[in-house]
């Protein structure tokens, strides 16, 4: 059996509502919250970037597991937003979590897709007998155009997962990819903001990879929507989540809690597997979970989990998201852009 | 009191004007102070030269700077000892020039220089910062400000005072410095200015602050004295440490460098604390200034400022505390300070300008490194 | 090659301590010190490593506003003292922007962030901070 052995969240405390920004740029906040369904984002300020909140995580994650950080045989990162261009968070994560020199690491671009990559990643190498266990991580503090509309759902956030075969509190049982050369959404090298395609990050980008990939696992496995407990689906902004769902067939009740979104906007590489660590603080043992996390660019993983009798005792263990979101502080929008910007201003 | 030749006098003092000096560089304010005081005392040969700088490697960009500013006055021969000990350089350099003197005679010429205005405020405050714990302080931006500011809130909890009961150092400072023609700063303030002046590091604000000048002093110590009358000797000095980092300290509302630096001062003096009638302490924050006559001892704990406050220290008194205005009105050369408040203290000794009403015969000048890391005392005596 | 303003080796040299508060402990009489230390006040100079608790409590804290020119744009800092253990530590209290429920005795955790950058090309400097457990109002 592989698969989840521990996990840990990370969400900054700062937060800005949607209508803040709004006002500034006159949009009607009214519309915007409409459109979205997001309204407050979670905002590192200047001291925190994705190389704190993976720590954090991680952290949280290794605790949670029960393991000896010496015991991680691998670190992978996954993320749009690293501070460096060239230099690796996986490796500054060897030091600042204790874990020994003797790790296979490496840092993954696959827009928001990356972390659940890094998931894949450790599960192959704990498969072939590599290694004991390794830590996935997704974390993004991505970069919003202002006056832009990425930038009503650009959250900030990282979610760290501990992968194994021992002790394993909710298994991975299936993995399924749908890929494909769907430019949606990109970042240039060197440019600061990423530019997309309005709506086709829709149809052609979203939908298409999230629901085959959910409908071909959904399909290889011969279930149907109503043998899991619960979907949680990637979720740029709460509109597109639920409307996969009702296409696949998922109720809302079994979608509402892989939903953080509305509360910390879209966090991008971590995004389902925040949705998906909601899930799992509160699932009881034997819960069939789908989760789809999707990167534009474009591609989605469908991944079928099923928790075990330890997941009750683990949730207890270690921060919330729960926990993270209640507890916020709100900033206007002059002091948000004052720190996003920070380090522009040398 | 006994009188005890020690061997050591000044023969000659003389120092610049504390201010912006942006006209002035190391080498002219160099020779400003180093002339004068050579004059002063007969132009005698310099055997060797104590010079103390902070920062002069940082504003100045030179080091062995002794050479080049030896070669601008036109003196040959005379090595140059740099010291740097943060603002406690001057009385570390005057240690070692005591010491030398004692040894192999003859006169040596101990100077202070300071450019702190070479740089802009920022850029200034980063180098201030490096008088802190490196690694584990300044790189997290903490300054000398931020643990001055944290004494003095646990000092007012502690004694349960108001930021207006502290607020009487700044204000007694620049009573002082509106007497002294010699100060930087030369009006005195109000309660109300002080009370509304920005916020440096809460509770510590702009009044609390000796403002950094620019500024260059020199001492000439000989072992034979070159007068007849008002002879100046350095009768001891001592040294007490605090701690390297500051939360370590045992306590944040007492200074713990300065009580051992005293004794050893007045044992080396055969003096006592009642001998006693100048000091001059190095107020770098208000706070500091009120908690160094505690740990001298010329103050309770926790009663200096109302001792401040009824006049206990102010010229006419048993013990008169920075009476040319402290550091406060004076302005903070930093590395140079401890050799202004040394010449202070010996014009205050030889009741000179404007000094004129005091009459005593032994002063204790209190320099120190940082927040507490470490105090150096120097004790002078007057001697016909 | 553009200057580098802050030096590589001093800080990676201290990750242990910036990263985990790595601190020494005295093998012969049981003291912890962070800073670490080569040498104990009572004489030992064979000193283990220690990692310092995560969680503590506030023991005093300023807002210091005149601040050196690396942290320019951060002004103003929080400079507080937190005792973790029975060790205290000076260093930058975050996540409080007004700290005036902060008192004497408030719990504090630890949390690993930027401390500074060498402008926009150069290293990035991570480290630890604190901040308030149950958040700024409590």
């Not at chain 1, 956030?157 to 075969?165: D, E, K, N, P, T």
């Not at chain 2, 690694?135 to 007012?156: N, W």
């Not at chain 2, 108001?162 to 607020?167: F, G, K, L, Q, T």
Request: contains cysteine; aromatic residues 8%; hydrophobic residues 40%.
């Amino acid at each position: 059996m592989i698969g989840i052995v521990g996990w840990g969240t990370y969400i900054p405390r700062y937060r800005i509502k949607t209508k803040e920004i709004a006002e500034s740029w006159g949009d009607d906040p009214l519309r915007i919250k409409d459109m979205y369904l997001v309204e407050e984002k979670a905002v590192g300020l200047f001291d925190e970037d994705t190389v704190t909140m993976s720590v954090e995580a991680g952290r949280i994650a290794i605790t949670r597991a029960g393991i000896n950080a010496g015991d991680i045989g691998a670190i992978f990162v996954g993320s749009e937003s690293k501070p460096y261009a060239v230099k690796p968070i996986s490796s500054i994560l060897i030091d600042a979590l204790g874990a020994s020199h003797n790790v296979f690491t490496a840092d993954l671009e696959f827009a928001c897709k990356a972390g659940s990559d890094s998931i894949i990643s450790a599960m192959g190498l704990v498969k072939s007998g590599m290694i004991r266990y390794g830590l996935a991580i997704g974390t993004d503090a991505s970069q919003g155009e202002p006056g832009e509309h990425l930038e009503y759902s650009v959250g900030t956030g990282a979610a760290a997962y501990v992968i194994g075969s021992e002790n394993v509190v909710a298994e991975i049982k299936t993995v399924h990819p749908f890929v494909s050369d769907t430019p949606d959404f990109w970042r240039r090298e060197g440019y600061p903001f990423p530019v997309h395609g309005e709506g086709f990050t829709g149809e052609p980008a979203y939908f298409r990879h999230v629901v085959t990939a959910a409908k071909e696992l959904m399909s290889k496995l011969g279930m149907k929507p109503t043998d899991f407990d619960y979907a949680i689906f990637h979720q740029p902004n709460a509109r597109f989540p639920l409307r996969a769902a009702s296409i696949l067939g998922f109720p809302l009740d079994k979608v509402k809690d892989g939903i953080v979104v509305d509360k910390i906007g879209n966090t991008y590489s971590a995004a389902a597997l925040m949705g998906l660590a909601n899930v799992l603080e509160k699932a009881k043992p034997g819960a069939k979970i789908l989760m789809v996390p999707f990167g534009s660019g474009a591609g989605a993983n469908a991944f079928y989990i099923e928790t075990t009798d330890l997941i009750t005792e683990k949730a207890r263990i270690g921060k919330t998201v729960e926990q993270y979101l209640a507890e916020k502080m709100y900033i206007d929008y002059s002091y948000y852009l004052k720190y996003r910007k920070l380090i522009r201003m040398h | 009191m006994v009188l005890i030749t020690t061997g050591v006098y000044i023969n000659g003092y003389a120092s610049v004007p504390p201010s912006r000096h942006y006209e002035k560089g190391v080498t002219e304010l160099f020779a400003e102070s180093t002339l004068k005081a050579l004059e002063a005392a007969g132009n005698p040969r310099i055997r060797m030269i104590y010079m103390a700088s902070a920062l002069m490697e940082l504003t100045s960009e030179q080091l062995n700077a002794g050479n080049v500013l030896r070669e601008y006055i036109g003196l040959k021969d005379v090595p140059t000892m740099r010291v740097e000990n943060g603002d406690g350089s001057s009385s570390l350099a005057m240690l070692a020039a005591v010491n030398d003197v004692k040894l192999k005679g003859g006169c040596v010429m101990v100077v202070g220089i300071e450019k702190p205005h070479e740089v802009t405020s920022t850029k200034l405050n980063k180098f201030i910062s490096f008088s802190t714990n490196s690694e584990y302080e300044a790189f997290f931006g903490v300054t000398p400000a931020a643990q001055a500011a944290i004494m003095a809130r646990e000092y007012m909890n502690k004694y349960e005072y108001s930021y207006e009961d502290i607020a009487v150092w700044p204000l007694k400072m620049h009573e002082r410095g509106a007497q002294n023609p010699n100060a930087y700063f030369k009006k005195a303030v109000k309660m109300k200015d002080i009370l509304e002046s920005e916020l440096v590091a809460d509770p510590l604000r702009l009044y609390d602050v000796a403002p950094y000048v620019d500024g260059s002093a020199a001492i000439i110590v000989c072992s034979e004295p070159n007068k007849r009358d008002a002879i100046i000797q350095v009768s001891g000095a001592g040294m007490g440490v605090g701690s390297a980092y500051f939360a370590s300290k045992q306590t944040y509302a007492a200074l713990e460098s300065v009580k051992p630096a005293v004794d050893q001062a007045l044992a080396e003096s055969s003096m006592k604390l009642e001998d006693i009638r100048v000091i001059n302490v190095h107020d770098t924050y208000s706070i500091i200034g009120l908690m160094t006559l505690e740990a001298m001892g010329f103050s309770p704990q926790g009663m200096a400022p109302r001792l401040m406050r009824d006049g206990a220290f102010d010229p006419g008194s048993k013990v008169v505390v920075n009476m040319d205005g402290g550091l406060k009105a004076m302005g903070f050369p930093i590395g140079a300070s401890g050799l202004y408040q040394l010449i202070s203290s010996i014009a205050q000794l030889r009741g000179e300008k404007p000094f004129e009403s005091l009459n005593a015969d032994a002063a204790l000048v209190h320099d120190m490194v940082g927040i507490d890391q470490e105090s150096i005392v120097t004790a002078l005596r007057r001697g016909d | 090659m553009v200057e580098q303003n802050l030096s590589i080796p001093k800080y990676w040299r201290r990750t242990q301590q910036y990263y985990r508060l790595t601190a020494s402990k005295c093998g012969k009489c049981g003291k912890i010190y962070f800073p670490p230390r080569k040498v104990c006040d009572c004489g030992n100079s064979t000193l283990e490593n220690y990692e310092l608790p995560r969680q503590g409590s506030l023991v005093s804290l300023t807002v210091l506003r005149s601040v050196p020119v690396d942290f320019e744009k951060q002004r103003p800092l929080l400079i507080g003292v937190v005792d973790l253990g029975g060790v205290k530590l000076m260093g930058q209290v975050v996540d409080c922007p007004t700290p005036d429920a902060l008192k004497p005795g408030t719990p504090m955790e630890v949390v690993f962030r930027r401390v500074k950058e060498d402008g926009e090309h150069g290293i990035i400097y991570y480290g630890y901070k604190f901040r308030p457990i149950k958040g700024c109002e409590s």
